[in-house]
């Protein structure tokens, strides 16, 4: 067993005694599609697109057209939240159980399942369809790439580190969107003495801290070089004083009460909830959570709400300007399945990443990865002003894209750790160090 397999049976081990899959239980072999007459081929998916949120209906929209598109391609899908996808996912894959297709994540998770054979090489696909192939910004799918050959092709573009703030309540109290740390300390205070939460956030699900802020504000400390150094064990190291201060900076923002008190019993749809209705000046989130936000907030609240990065720090090694972000989701295909099954996966694939389908993503308030032209003017205001911040500033990696399974699982834990009082910085950094190790 490889180093990579050792990663994923140890995630699937964690959920293993906790989740039940539907239609999984079979030991037989998936090997294509319907035997007999029949030309029809029967697909398996699975998707995090559940809920009421215009992203998703939007998804299912797109997978109802395929299927008017397609009527001899019949497309089973199961739908699972996010926060218990990667581990579910994880499970089939170290018992090489996986369905027909998936969504899946670029970088660490997609080397993983590369470097195991799990999943079917598009390089040729990609290759042979040149307008495919070239309306893609450039380098959307280099996460997708493992030894020169690719595996997926991203649905969407995320943005993981975005401040949603209240203006509203910012020019209620005289205050300017913060430039630097040390501002953004003075804006908690001002917000704090008033009675409102300064910054709304819910890490129920652990990887919020994370994926949302850590990233960012691990970057601004200590360089994106340095932190892909240090997730691929090449030099740079967690326990590194650098990354311990950027730790320090995190559970500074903590003792300041920053954050709810109950941000770890609230999930991520949650902690919308008080920002949605006024109830905090700030939420650090992706740029999912536009849809949400839309459904959630009144049209004047909408039309304040302003976006930013979070701000940097005076004594930061890395880029102050940058945001956390990363190629989006992106579906791939089980390498075990038959040829006809990998045909009709292909063309969905294709579908859903088309030009036509990326210019209906972008009018659901979707950050396509393709070149696509529109008028904005009847565009949800946030995401309008969200497209305009991925603009303006590079992207940094988030966290968990890189880190191994192991080495996220253990940041995650020690964030929340940190943040509640029950670790320090140099611990945190240990473990996250050791799990690295570990892969």
């Known amino acids: 067993m490889n180093k990579t397999l050792k990663s994923l049976t140890s995630i699937a081990l964690v959920g293993a005694t906790t989740f039940v899959f539907a239609g999984c239980s079979s030991k037989a072999k998936n090997t294509g599609s319907a035997s007999g007459k029949s030309s029809t081929v029967n697909l398996s998916y699975w998707n995090i697109f559940v809920g009421a949120d215009a992203h998703t209906k939007y998804m299912k929209q797109l997978l109802n057209d395929f299927k008017s598109a397609n009527p001899k391609i019949k497309i089973t899908e199961q739908g699972i939240p996010n926060d218990q996808y990667k581990t579910k996912l994880q499970t089939q894959a170290a018992a090489k159980q996986l369905p027909d ?93 008033h009675n409102i939460i300064p910054i709304s956030m819910g890490d129920k699900a652990s990887w919020m801290a994370q994926s949302c802020i850590m990233s960012s504000m691990g970057d601004h400390m200590t360089g994106t070089d340095w932190f892909k150094n240090a997730a691929a064990n090449k030099g740079n190291k967690f326990t590194d004083p650098i990354f311990i201060k950027a730790l320090d900076k995190l559970k500074q923002l903590s003792d300041a009460k920053a954050f ?38 009144s049209a004047d609240t909408l039309k304040n709400i302003e976006v930013g990065q979070i701000p940097g720090f005076t004594d930061g090694k ?31 694939i294709q579908f859903i990443t088309s030009e036509k389908s990326f210019e209906t993503a972008v009018k659901n308030n979707v950050l396509v990865p393709y070149n696509v032209t529109l008028d904005t003017s009847g565009l949800n205001p946030v995401f309008v002003k969200t497209m305009k911040l991925s603009k303006e500033h590079s992207l940094s990696p988030a966290y968990d894209s890189l880190l191994s399974a192991p080495a996220a699982e253990a940041t995650n834990n020690g964030l929340q750790s940190l943040l509640v009082g029950q670790s320090d910085s140099k611990t945190v950094a240990k473990q996250i160090q050791n799990a690295v190790e570990s892969k």
Do not use: C, H
């Open 260 to 297: 709810n008190k109950d941000f770890m019993t609230l999930d991520d749809t949650q902690q919308r909830n008080a920002f949605a209705n006024g109830k905090a000046a700030m939420m650090i989130d992706g740029s999912w959570a536009i849809n949400d936000l839309a459904t959630k907030a």
């Open 101 to 193: 297709m998936f969504i899946n994540w670029p970088g660490a998770l997609t080397q993983q399942f590369a470097n195991n054979g799990l999943v079917t090489d598009i390089t040729d696909t990609l290759n042979s369809n040149t307008d495919w192939k070239n309306g893609f910004f450039k380098g959307s799918y280099d996460d997708y790439t493992v030894n020169g050959k690719v595996y997926s092709v991203p649905i969407e573009e995320s943005l993981t580190s975005v401040v949603y703030y209240n203006k509203t309540l910012f020019d209620k109290y005289n205050l300017q969107y913060p430039k630097t740390f040390d501002d953004l300390l003075k804006v908690v205070k001002v917000f704090n003495s």
């Open 318 to 348: 890395g880029d102050q300007s940058t945001l956390a972000g990363a190629t989006g989701i992106g579906v791939e295909i089980n390498s075990q399945i038959s040829k006809a099954k990998q045909t009709a996966a292909l063309k969905f």
